[in-house]
């Protein structure tokens, strides 16, 4: 009897010790190599100083010419605002321009400035505004460009708005005649072959270097009465809009994602 109660006892020992192996080599820490991800490798870009271009960059305005530019109204005609000193102007009544190339989703950087004096109020304050994609005649994703420090408006269509849709997360909008900025991140929307919304165009805006819309969907384009719909295209050039407002821009870039 006392040896087979050894016997058991070593038995026992023997399937303890196999649990605590067991047990142990669970709690083996993972290795850290496993998990390291070494190709493809990011392709290198060398930021621009301050606000400059990056080098992979399509350079839309570097100071000098519209030649990335033409009329809206008539693709086949070159942009007809003002160029000097290094930035370009509106020139109201000629209409809105365009680039010449089309883009589909991408990061873009535009500077801008209206008057330093200014007569009107609300929306006629240095009005203009950046086009995600314009889509013809008027039409396209309007982030609106105006004068709102101390300028009051509705905040919907204030500077940094997706005009009519979104409301910008703050006003940071600097001083009439000082330089201002927009970076964007912009994804296009997607359609079926049929046309029917497979997602919609989504947005990020810092003005001044400030978030002002995160990521926002949009609901359509804009339009300034009625609701905003959506209606199929592909890739669609960026446009700048003249409102008659003597608005400035400079250091315009863009980088195709």
């Known amino acids: 009897m006392k040896r087979a109660m050894m016997a058991n006892m070593r038995l026992a020992i023997i399937g303890l ?4 192996s067991a047990a142990a080599q669970d709690r083996t820490e ?3 190599k496993d998990t390291e991800v070494w190709t493809p490798e990011p392709g290198v870009v060398t930021p621009g100083a301050a606000a400059g271009a990056p080098s992979d960059a399509i350079v839309l305005f570097g100071g000098t010419d519209l030649g990335e530019w033409v009329s809206a109204a008539s693709p086949g005609k070159p942009a007809d605002w ?3 000193a290094g930035m ?3 020139r109201g009544g000629s209409g809105d321009i365009q680039t010449r190339r089309l883009f589909t989703d991408y990061q873009i950087h535009l500077e801008w400035r209206v008057p330093a004096t200014l007569a009107g109020s609300g929306q006629a304050r240095g009005n203009s505004g950046l086009f995600l994609a314009s889509t013809g005649k008027g039409s396209g994703y309007e982030l609106q460009i105006l004068d709102c420090a101390g300028n009051k408006t509705y905040a919907n269509g204030q500077a940094a708005s997706i005009y009519k849709q979104h409301i910008p997360l703050v006003n940071a909008c600097a001083p009439a005649g000082e ?3 927009y970076d964007v991140i912009w994804t296009a929307p997607r359609f079926t072959a049929d046309g029917a919304l497979i997602s919609p165009a989504n947005f990020t805006a810092l003005h001044n270097g400030v978030v002002v819309q995160n990521h926002v ?8 009465a009625g609701k905003p719909t959506y ?3 592909g890739p669609a050039p960026i446009k700048l809009q003249d409102h008659g407002d003597a608005v400035s821009f400079r250091n315009i870039w863009v980088r195709p994602l």
């Open 17 to 20: 010790s196999i649990v605590l």
């Open 88 to 90: 370009f102007t509106v």
């Open 231 to 233: 209606r199929m295209h």
């Open 82 to 84: 003002i160029v000097g």
């Open 179 to 181: 330089w201002q900025r």
């Open 217 to 224: 969907a949009l609901q359509g384009e804009s339009v300034y």
């Open 30 to 32: 993972p290795n850290p």
